[in-house]
């Protein structure tokens, strides 16, 4: 397949000192397995739990595959900034915003982009504001469902605001929104083919979210995701929203959940989703078309892209 990343010096930057480690390596690994198909010049780099790693002067480019903290916050997309390089993915503004949950948010309400209600609260705070049950108490910047705790029980409840306050100080209390679970791929500005997540145990955790992690699959998925045309163009119309809303400009993950009237609600906006074989951004850009190599190449197109827009002095 001609491309024109052939002959070029490719570093992809997976692991690193994230709760997500281990997929961002298997990301890592898909994404190279992908770029080499295109004839890139590849060169897979671990990050490590210490965030710290080398880059070689003759690099174009770098393919961020680092999920969660340090890799999704906008930390690592300043420390190549800094040292003047090109990568892919959205900005340091546009991670750290996205990858904040109560910011986003806020963002989401000023836009217009629906998002189940909430409510905040701070450790030390006097009491954690009632919001009804079942809710979602949730950490702001965390990945892969760390620190997301679905409570039915006022017991529960106060539980995991504990939990939630052990690992930050600012903690979201989210509304509890029965309905279907959806994710969709953003591509530059189109949106792919919605997808259904059918999680087997009732919630999707992280042990379920990944099907490497519990042999034979703990969650079924379905592109694309049986709804009628118009409520369709709704999702991916809200889902492009919300990416917008954030100044997102390269691509993302858009997770949705559908409530039993047909309202969408947007519940987060991940900005390096995983990429290994079975992850859904690479699921649905097949259902469109795009395989796998078609799909990092266009990141790599979009990202550039985005750098001469900004007439970056690199
Ligand atoms: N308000 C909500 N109503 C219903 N389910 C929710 C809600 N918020 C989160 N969930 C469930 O928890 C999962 C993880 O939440 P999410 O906000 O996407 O955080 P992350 O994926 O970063 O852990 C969702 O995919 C969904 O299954
Ligand atoms: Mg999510």
């Known amino acids: 397949m001609h491309s024109f990343l052939a002959g ?30 295109l004839d890139a010049e590849v060169a897979l780099m671990d990050v490590g739990a210490d965030g710290a790693f ?134 530059g500005e189109q949106a792919l083919p919605v997808i259904e997540i059918r999680p087997k145990g009732g919630f999707y955790s992280y042990e379920n979210k990944y099907t490497w992690t519990n042999r034979g699959g703990a969650a079924e998925h379905e592109c694309p995701a049986a709804l009628a045309p118009a409520v369709t163009r709704l999702v991916q119309e809200t889902a492009l929203a919300a990416h917008h809303a954030l100044d997102l400009e390269v691509y993302s993950r858009v997770d949705v959940i559908l409530d039993r009237q047909g309202r969408p609600y947007v519940l987060e906006v991940n900005t390096i989703p995983g990429m290994t074989e079975t992850s859904l951004l690479p699921e649905a850009a097949g259902v469109a078309g795009l395989s796998m190599p078609k799909l990092c190449e266009k990141i790599v197109e979009l990202s550039l892209e985005k750098w001469t827009a900004n007439r970056r002095p690199w």
């Open 8 to 37: 070029e010096k490719v570093v992809v930057l997976c692991g690193g000192p994230g709760a997500e480690r281990e997929v961002s390596l298997r990301s890592g690994a898909a994404v190279s397995k992908a770029l080499r198909a």
């Open 54 to 187: 080398q880059l070689a002067d003759d690099v174009d480019v770098v393919f961020n595959a680092l999920h969660g903290t340090f890799g999704e916050d906008g930390t690592i997309q300043q420390l190549l900034e800094e040292r003047g390089v090109r990568y892919t993915g959205e900005g340091v503004a546009g991670s750290r915003l996205a990858f904040d949950k109560i910011a986003s948010k806020q963002r989401f309400i000023e836009r217009g982009v629906p998002t189940a209600a909430y409510v905040t609260a701070r450790r030390g705070d006097p009491g954690i504001p009632h919001f009804g049950l079942p809710s979602v108490v949730k950490v702001p910047c965390q990945g892969s469902s760390v620190g997301i705790y679905i409570v039915k029980t006022q017991a529960e409840m106060d539980a995991a605001v504990a939990a939630a306050f052990a690992q930050t100080g600012e903690i979201l209390i989210e509304e509890f929104i029965e309905g279907r679970e959806l994710t969709v791929g953003i591509l």
